[in-house]
């Protein structure tokens, strides 16, 4: 058997009706981040399913911690990437 290549981080992007337009947005901002951090190999992102959250468009979540976040604006994004994904390394490629 093959062995599979298993991100460190996988970044769930809903791509709903009410979540889909913006978080093609926020996923092309991820996207960029990801490219600069050089963490491309260790970070996977993936668009989900409605969640049922609507209310709170657009939502995204990460694993493996399992935070969910709603009302994902563009300026919280940096935040959330070093939070969660990136933690020391992207203060060092500032
Ligand atoms: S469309 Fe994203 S939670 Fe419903």
């Known amino acids: 058997m093959k062995k599979l290549d298993i991100p460190k981080k996988v970044i ?3 791509d709903g ?3 889909g337009k913006d978080n093609k947005h926020n996923r092309k901002m991820f ?3 990801i490219k ?3 963490m491309k190999t260790e ?4 668009k989900i399913e409605c969640t049922d959250n609507c209310k709170c ?3 995204i979540c990460f694993q493996p911690d399992n935070v969910w976040y709603g009302e994902v604006s563009e300026k919280k994004i940096p935040q959330l990437f070093e939070e969660h994904v990136a933690h020391a390394k992207l203060l060092n490629h500032e």
Do not use: D, H, I
């Open 12 to 14: 769930l992007f809903c």
């Open 17 to 19: 009706s009410k979540c």
């Open 31 to 33: 996207r960029g981040l």
């Open 36 to 38: 600069q951090t050089e």
């Open 43 to 46: 970070v996977m992102m993936v």
């Open 57 to 59: 468009a657009p939502v």
